[in-house]
């Protein structure tokens, strides 16, 4: 009895000390999940208040962009009304000046020549700086227009030749797709132009039901898409963030695929308004 007794009594004194222990373990548990809670808590909270600065962020560089816009193109008149027409005015000028000289023998004749020259020049590259910050044909002759006359600028200014393939486009975007469209292309082909190194790009484009996909592609050095790094660039990826943001803006998207030299491939596709 004596034996049992004491054996009920250690058995007792076990169950007692693993109820103790099971207690403490419990606290322990309760405690940390807790911490956990608080955790996850201040995490949805961090999630959430980057989420509302990202929201904040984008609506700021759409700001941005569509204030840069609008400063291009009062630039653009400026440049074209203004500074354009004080060109041409002095071009008059100076021709009326023309029957003072006594034809080609005039030791001015050839001053004369090269002064027109000059002034032409300088009319020409106005002109095209005002295409560049605001493409006026955009509402005249509509985005494949001024699409085919940005490429053939390429193909004169820069040497790079751009294989055409665009179909007609006529209302089917409204013109902020159309202007960030062609702010699109124009920055891919300077990537394509400064880094990639092609001579050659292609383009074309394809017209679905609800969306209209653009397809722009070249044979160059490429790069690392994971990375966003082009090779030797003093803004790497930049120019590429631009256009996604610009695509954002368009209410479509943008894809990138690339590899090194195995060229570059981006895919627009915009909604059809």
Known sequence: VSAQKKAEAALQEAYQTLDQKVKERTTQFQAANQRLRKEIEERKQVEKSLKISREKLRLLSNRLIATQERERKLLAFELHDELGQILVGLKFQIFSLRHKLEGPADPLWNAFEETCGHLDLATEKVRRLSRQLSPTTLEHLGLAETLRQLFQEFAQHHKLLVKNELEVLAGLLSYVQE??????????????????????????????????????????????????????????????????????????????????????????EIPRR
Do not use: W
């Open 179 to 268: 202007v960030n469209v062609y702010r699109i292309f124009q920055e891919a082909l300077t990537n394509i132009k400064k880094h990639a190194r092609s001579k050659t790009a292609s383009v074309a484009t394809e017209i679905r039901p609800d969306r209209i996909v653009f397809c722009i592609e070249d044979d160059g050095r490429g790069f690392d898409k994971s990375r966003r790094t082009l090779k030797k660039s003093a803004d790497p990826g930049l120019g590429l963030i631009i256009m996604e943001e610009r695509a954002r803006m368009a209410g479509g998207s943008l894809a990138i695929q690339s590899r090194r030299n195995k060229g570059t491939c981006l895919t627009l």
